[in-house]
């Protein structure tokens, strides 16, 4: 039978190398915090700053901007409360027959139900596959069914 101390040795150690690397990560973060700080109020205060920390700031502000998309955000709170399928089936009557792209539709749905794009997306992810399936085999039985009188 294995002894079962050495392990427990070997969780310990990993547990204090774990609290460690996690205190390293909390030090190291709170000083480029207290740094980028420093920077704000040297930059608001017109002081000089030197190159390498004009260009983080500026780099920061590129990646602020590039976050800019331009879309109002949807509401967020507790989500609506409809029939998933429903919308799903909804979106396919739109591709389908209607002949809107994609995003139209999916914004429009968005807009119809009062929720988020990305949950009209996470409905469609786990809906599509089925209802596609079953549109496209009733297609294929309707179409070889012999019409009456003929």
Same mark, same amino acid.
């Given at each position: ?22 205190? =390293?990560?909390? *030090?190291?973060?709170? $000083?480029? &915090? ?5 920077? #704000? @109020?040297?930059?608001? +205060? ?22 800019? =998309?331009?879309? *109002?955000?949807?509401? $967020?709170? &507790? ?5 998933? #399928? @429903?919308?799903?089936? +909804? ?60």
């Amino acid at each position: 039978m294995k002894n079962p101390e050495p392990e427990n040795e070997m969780r310990r150690r990993h547990r204090e190398l774990q609290e460690k690397a996690d205190a =390293d990560y909390k *030090r190291i973060s709170e $000083q480029q &915090k207290e740094w980028a700080y420093r920077i #704000a @109020a040297d930059i608001v +205060e017109g002081k000089p700053i030197p190159m390498m920390e004009r260009k983080m700031a500026a780099g920061a502000l590129r990646l602020w901007a590039d976050g800019l =998309d331009g879309i *109002r955000k949807k509401k $967020q709170g &507790k989500p609506a409360e409809f029939d998933h #399928a @429903a919308l799903a089936w +909804e979106y396919q009557r739109l591709r389908r027959h209607v002949g809107l792209t994609d995003a139209t539709a999916k914004s429009r749905l968005a807009e119809e139900y009062e929720c988020s794009d990305e949950m009209v997306r996470r409905i469609l992810r786990d809906y599509t596959d089925g209802i596609e399936a079953v549109l496209d085999g009733a297609t294929v039985i309707w179409a070889d069914r012999p019409t009456k009188g003929k």
